[in-house]
Every structure is written in structure tokens, then in C-alpha cells.
């Protein structure tokens, strides 16, 4: 590999690790950003004459972790209980189906277990825009999902995954089918105007391309280490749902590391304990008011205590004998420390927006 492509290389995964953090006050532009930087890497890697050995597993790991941080902007931004609901549903669905894949590579899992995730928080989010959100039921937004489901992502991931067609490369072997994509569009376009207006109604004016405020009495440091102190508990589904989110995205990124070699088993249930200690540390940093407002800085100190525990953990117990890969543990570690701290944040934050949703539309949400 050349210089050049090393840098561009570098710069294409950069990009699609630090994009998806604007999904969090940005999240439709951001998104889709992160959307047209997922189609066009490969061939970005291709111009400069290098083609990524095990892309299909970097890619979906990629694809995971700006998931992750969507799901994560869902707690902090979504003010649709129902639609909240379904989003988690799509999103741990498709996480199962990627660790099954990567330990099978076995093709049509991606289609057994589509992305409809992304296009459903896109859909949310356009519909944000320009109209009201909270007061759509269940059947709108499962309605939803399911229209995204069979018309846009089982063509879609057989097409990418099962047939193993690139866009690109028909367009060029066959020029015809540049009408056919043109026509498609705007097909799609029509029926979306269709069903806008007569699903949607009417738009309010202006538009919200922000993400909403997060609601008074929770967007202090101090309001949100208060809830987490009366309410948070380490045996907790929200814990629960951090060791399975964290986990398996760890799992993802062991199989796509090119020196891991250790076992899934014992990084998933590794990468258990150090959630379990996070929550724990979470709860006692919150009783005794430890914050700080910066998201950057609340990584920051999570990063720290976190390299800290397993260095400590480590020495004790007398492992210290250069076994302990620290580029690996780094980088699993800031994986951690990143999507914990984010879903210790927000997790308050969506709980009471859910307190305070009217009675019957609160859902069943779990985080």
C-alpha cells in the first residue's frame, strides 16, 4: 500500500468513526452523510487501486458502530414512545444477525436480518422535519417499518449481499440501466409524496433539522446524575442492555481485527465485566454529584477509570508479562467507554420523556 492510499485509507475509516457523532444534534443530515460514505468507500479504495482484504466485514462493522450511535440518539431525541419501540426492536435485530453472519459468512443472514433500522430513524427524522411525531400509535410506525421493509431493504440486501451486484459497476457495464435508476427515483419520489399526503397531512411550517431539546429538568449534568442516583440500578434491563449492545458490537470488531485472536466467548463476557464496573461507577459518581457537562470530557474520565481498571486488574492478576495486547484493549476499551457513557447520558433523558408521555401512547420501551 502506498502512501497516498494509506492516507486516504486512513481518512475514509477516520471519517466513518467521528460522522456519526453528529448524528447526535444533527441526526437526518448527519445520517445520510454517514449513508453515502458507507455506499462509496469501496470505491474510494478502488481508485486508488486497493481493494480491502475481508470488506464485507469491515463494512458491516463500520455499519454497526453509526447504528450504535443512532440507537444511542434515539434515547437522547425521540419524543415517539411507539416509534422508539419499534427503532429498538430493528436495531437488535439486525446486531444478532450480524455477529451470526461474521461467524458464518453466510450471505442471505444479511437478508434474513435486513438493515430496515437505518432507513426507519431516516424516515423518523424526515418526518420530524415538517410534521408531529409523538402523537402517531403503534400501527403508523410498524406500518412504517414494514413498508421499509419489504419495498426498500430485502431488494436491497440481495442485491448487495446475496447477488453481490455493485451499483457502480452496472452502471457502467450497462448505460440503460442509468434510465431504469433515474426512473426508480422518481417513482420513489411520487409514492412518498403520496403517502405524505395521505398518511401525514398537512406540513407545520419551518423547518427542524436540529435535533429537538432535550427536555427541562434533565439537560443539566447535575439533573441527570440526580435521576440516575434515585432511579439507576446496576441489576437493571438497561444494564442488561448495555452488556448485549457493547458485547456484541465488540464481537463484531474482534472478527475484523486483523491480530485478535482471542475467543468471542471471552471478550463478550470480558467486555461484560467492565460494563457491570461502568454502571457501578456510573451510580456512585451520580450519588455523590461527580459530573461534568462536556460529553467529550464524560468519555474522557470513562476512557481514563477504564484503562486504570484493567491495568490494576491485570497486575493483580500477575498477567503482566507482556500477554495483554494494548493496542486491542485500547481500542476495545474507548469502544466501551464511548457507547456506555453516551447511553448513561441520554438513558435518563428518554426515561422521562417517557414519565411525561400521555397515558396510553408510553409504549413499552426498555432503556
Known sequence: MSTATALVFTAVVAGRFLLPLLILRHPL??????????GIDQSIFQWFGYDPPGYQSYDKAMDIFYLAIAYLATLRNWTSMWAFQVSWFLYFYRLIGVVLFEFTHFRPLLLIFPNTFEYFFIAYEAIRTRWQVALRDLRFWIGLAALIWVVVKLPQEY???????????????????????????????LGVRYLAKTYLGAPQPGWRIAADPIPEGINEASERAAWTAKYAKVRSMATVEKVVLVGLIAVVYARVLPDYEGSSVSLFLGVGVVVLINAGF???????MWTVESALAGFAGRLAFNVAFVLVADWLLRR?????????????????????SLHDRYRPVHAVRKHEAPEGIRGAATA
Not at 163 to 179: E, F, K, R
Request: glycine letters at 4%; aromatic letters at 8%; proline letters at 3%.
Open 282 to 288: 456510573t451510580l456512585v459518581a451520580s450519588r455523590r
Open 159 to 189: 442485491w448487495i449481499h446475496v447477488a453481490q451486484m455493485d451499483v457502480t459497476d452496472t452502471l457502467a457495464d450497462h448505460p440503460w440501466t442509468i434510465g431504469v435508476l433515474i426512473g426508480l427515483i422518481v417513482v420513489a419520489c
Open 29 to 38: 443530515p448527519a445520517i445520510i452523510a454517514c449513508l453515502i460514505l458507507d
Open 320 to 340: 503482566n508479562s507482556g500477554d495483554l495486547d494494548f493496542i486491542d484493549t485500547f481500542f476495545f476499551l474507548s469502544l466501551i467507554s464511548l457507547i456506555t
